[in-house]
T-cell receptor
Framework: NAGVTQTPKFRVLKTGQSMTLLCAQD?????MYWYRQDPGMGLRLIHY???????AKGEVPDGYNVSRLKKQNFLLGLESAAPSQTSVYFC??????????????FGPGTRLTVT | DAKTTQPPSMDCAEGRAANLPCNHS???????VYWYRQIHSQGPQYIIH???NNETNEMASLIITEDRKSSTLILPHATLRDTAVYYC???????????FGAGTQVVVTP
């Protein structure tokens, strides 16, 4: 199993450009999450999904949109990138059920720079 | 407000036990304690979790005080590959929304 994969690994955007980050998992997990990590800081939750077709806001959702059209994929979109969105983006997935949703499996990250 | 307090850094000698403290004095009765670690530039990795009782798995042991206001993660025989940032997290959110703090940077030295 590949686990959780993220595409692309690196990206440089100009202010105002848009892009979509793709997260895919092959573990048949119901729950998926998008986090961002700024230098020297812990991860912060952007959006999450508890199942196909559902999404919800996390701690820092402004400037991002998400979609979960297929169970195995979770897309994170930036409609108009800003320098403040320069960060490393991590995707994670987990199984539902008591406590299992805290045992999250993370992808390798996408390093995004907005100039 | 942060739910946990951890020292910013600590060193450990290779082969020795690493004891990582975490303070969570405001933890409520239905909140669990979770530990993750993040090796440089990689995604975080789940280590262990617990409620009241001490827990052990193949990676580590978790000791929770009787009043549950603090806990200690123990890496029994630290190796160089254990060098990482370790995060202590508390929560009961059924949706699994993890709240990461700054963590403890652990450096294992030869």
């Amino acid at each position: 199993n590949a686990g959780v994969t993220q595409t692309p690994k690196f990206r440089v955007l100009k202010t105002g450009q848009s892009m979509t980050l793709l997260c895919a998992q092959d573990m048949n997990h119901e729950y998926m999450y998008w986090y961002r990590q700024d230098p020297g800081m812990g991860l912060r939750l952007i959006h999450y999904s508890v199942g196909e077709g559902t999404t919800a806001k996390g701690e820092v959702p402004d400037g991002y949109n998400v979609s979960r059209l297929k169970k195995q994929n979770f897309l994170l979109g930036l409609e108009s990138a800003a320098p403040s969105q320069t960060s490393v983006y991590f995707c994670a997935s987990s199984s539902p059920g008591l406590l299992r949703n805290y045992e999250q499996y993370f992808g390798p990250g996408t390093r995004l720079t907005v100039t | 407000d942060a739910k946990t307090t951890q020292p910013p850094s600590m060193d450990c000698a290779e082969g020795r036990a690493a004891n990582l403290p975490c303070n969570h004095s405001t933890i409520s009765g239905n909140e669990y304690v979770y530990w993750y670690r993040q090796i440089h530039s990689q995604g975080p990795q789940y280590i262990i979790h617990g409620l009241k009782n001490n827990e052990t798995n193949e990676m580590a042991s978790l000791i929770i005080t009787e009043d549950r206001k603090s806990s200690t993660l123990i890496l029994p025989h630290a190796t160089l590959r254990d060098t990482a940032v370790y995060y202590c997290i508390v929560g009961d959110d059924s949706w699994g929304k993890l709240q990461f703090g700054a963590g403890t940077q652990v450096v294992v030295t030869p």
